[in-house]
Each structure stands twice: as C-alpha cells, then as structure tokens.
C-alpha cells in the first residue's frame, strides 16, 4: 500500500511544473543500500504529493515473509524474480516515487528496460564509509551475512557502480540533512523534466575539473 495520498494538486509552482511534466511516470530511486533511497523517497514523495512505494516492504507483503526469511527458504534467485514483478507493478500504478533494493536495478535487464520506459531515475550514490556507517548495526541485509561485510560491499559496489551510472540522474547522498538531498533531487528533476537549469554549485563531489562539482549529474 502506498504510504500517502495524492492530493489534486501539487502545492508549489515547482513541484506542479514537475508533476505535470512527469504525467504518469514514477521517480525511481536506485542505489546501494544505506544510500537512503527509502528516507529521501518518502520525503521527495510528499514534496511532490505522490504515493511512496518501498520496494522491499511491497516484497515482504507479497510473500508474506521478511526478505531475510525468502533468501533463506527460497534463496537470491526466487527473490529476485519477485522483486522483477512487484516493481512491473508499482510502475503500471500510476505516477509514485518507489526506492528499490540494491539490486534491483542491476541483477535484472528487463526491469531497468521498464524503469526507462515508465519512469524517471535517480541514482543516491553513495561511498562505502557512508553505506558502512548507515547498515552496520543492521542484521536485515542477507548480502551482508559475511565474515567480511566491508569487502562484500566494496565487491558489491565495483560490480553495481558501472550499472547504476545508467540511471537519469546521479545525487550524491552524503552526511548533509535530508532535505538539502531531496532539494537536489527537486532541481535535478526540474532540469531534466521542464529544462530548467540546476543552480550553481555548492560542494565538489570529484576531483575531475570537467565534472559536475555540486551533488547533482545527468545522463543524457
């Protein structure tokens, strides 16, 4: 079930020039866990006055168990296929914001094909201390079950980085307050959608002189 209603309208005149851009695609937010993927989601959704979806809960609801609990009896592979068709079917809804698991977006062709086709995506990107500060205290990671969890997500993160790159838009989150991330998400969106430059930049997050030096890119 989606966590908030969608009013008549948009309250702002940003947040209506998106919405109305966004039509009947969904904002997708992609990324490793610990990103933040279902805290900035659920604010950016009530920016937006969208249903907010996180995946991973919509997954549990279907099985009627916790992911933890289908890795166990059922294992990565039967997870994965019912990620594949709760996503396909947050996306014919309607118009939400929906936070994927960490894999979701790279362990499936099929399911990146329909985020293209009916969504807008945003890639939280994240470094490792920041994933390791956020997930280290949790035991509802099954990929994490290791005797090394840093080097399972340093392997997790040189596989996944290359695919989630594919996604439109590219946020640094980082140790900052959550709205100034979900703002980034706002003007990001607002360029991408309505051609709307973002504003100028406030922190480097590269070392590379022709890169984007705020926490915001796009992919063409």
């Known amino acids: 079930m989606p966590e908030t209603a969608i009013p008549a309208q948009a309250s702002t005149p940003q947040e209506a020039e998106i919405a109305a851009a966004l039509g009947r695609r969904s904002i997708v937010l992609v990324g490793m866990m610990g990103a933040g993927k279902s805290t900035i989601g659920r604010r950016l959704a009530a920016r937006l006055r969208l249903p907010f979806f996180d995946a991973d809960i919509e997954i549990e609801a279907a099985a009627g168990m ?26 014919d809804s309607g118009p939400a914001v929906i936070a994927t698991g960490g894999g979701a977006f790279t362990e499936r ?24 500060k956020r997930v280290k205290r949790r035991a509802d990671r099954p990929l994490l079950q290791t005797e090394d969890p840093v080097a399972t997500v340093a ?7 290359p695919v989630y790159q594919g996604a439109d838009l590219t ?18 969106l ?31």
């Open 66 to 91: 916790s992911i933890p609990d289908i890795f166990a009896a059922h294992g990565e592979l039967y997870f994965r296929d019912g990620e594949a068709r709760v996503i396909a079917r947050l996306l």
């Open 109 to 132: 062709e099929e399911t990146r094909k329909r985020i293209a086709d009916k969504a807008v995506s945003i890639w939280l990107k994240a470094d490792i201390d920041v994933i390791m």
């Open 155 to 161: 392997r997790l993160l040189e596989a996944r980085e």
């Open 171 to 188: 946020i640094l989150s980082r140790d900052v307050p959550h709205d100034r991330i979900v703002d980034e998400c706002m003007d990001a």
């Open 190 to 220: 607002r360029g991408r959608l309505c051609g709307h430059a973002a504003p100028p930049a406030q922190e480097s997050t590269t070392t590379a002189t022709t890169a984007p030096t705020d926490g915001i890119s796009a992919t063409s």
